[in-house]
């Protein structure tokens, strides 16, 4: 029974960095951090890395820390909530930088509705060069109406 409650505590981790990542886009990256994320939001970056990918390192940081301090004297909860980080970074690093911004060719052809929509809330997204004036901060989650503009263009074809 235990390890249930441990899976369902890594779930409502997953779920609850969905909201993390929506307050720190718009509050931080969006505000104090701009710094870091504004060569994210310029069309045709030429390098292969951004500055933007600093907060990678900072969002795996506590992560990597629960899973040190979730192995002291045994596994325990600090590593479940960690490994909750780690997944939705990975949920994250796939939907975000290989589905929408295509830094690697792995899901080229892609035609289901839910991805799609993601792709078309986070062009929304950069339609703003700027820092203010923003819209869909989510990443697994965004309005439902762009899931809805997909669905109609994929039944479509």
């Known amino acids: 029974m235990e390890i249930i409650g441990y899976l369902l505590l890594t779930a409502i981790v997953v779920v609850l960095m969905e909201a993390a990542t929506w307050l720190t886009h718009k509050f931080i990256m969006h505000g104090f951090g701009w710094y ?3 060569d ?11 500055k933007n990918d600093a907060f990678f390192i900072v969002g795996a940081i506590p ?25 939705y970074g990975t949920l994250y690093f796939l939907v975000h930088d290989v589905l929408i911004h295509r830094r690697f060719k792995w899901f080229d052809k892609t035609n289901n509705w839910y991805l799609k929509g993601l792709r078309k809330a986070h062009k929304m997204h950069h339609k703003h060069l700027g820092k203010e004036e923003g819209e869909c901060f989510g990443m697994l989650y965004v309005p439902m109406k762009y899931f809805k503009e997909a669905r109609m263009s994929t039944v479509r074809k």
């Open 63 to 87: 992560s990597i820390l629960l899973f040190w301090f979730g192995t002291r004297g045994g596994i325990n909860y600090l590593f479940f909530i960690g490994l909750g980080i780690l997944i």
């Open 36 to 38: 870091l994320h504004e």
């Open 40 to 50: 994210h939001h310029q069309p045709g970056y030429p390098h292969v890395f951004e």
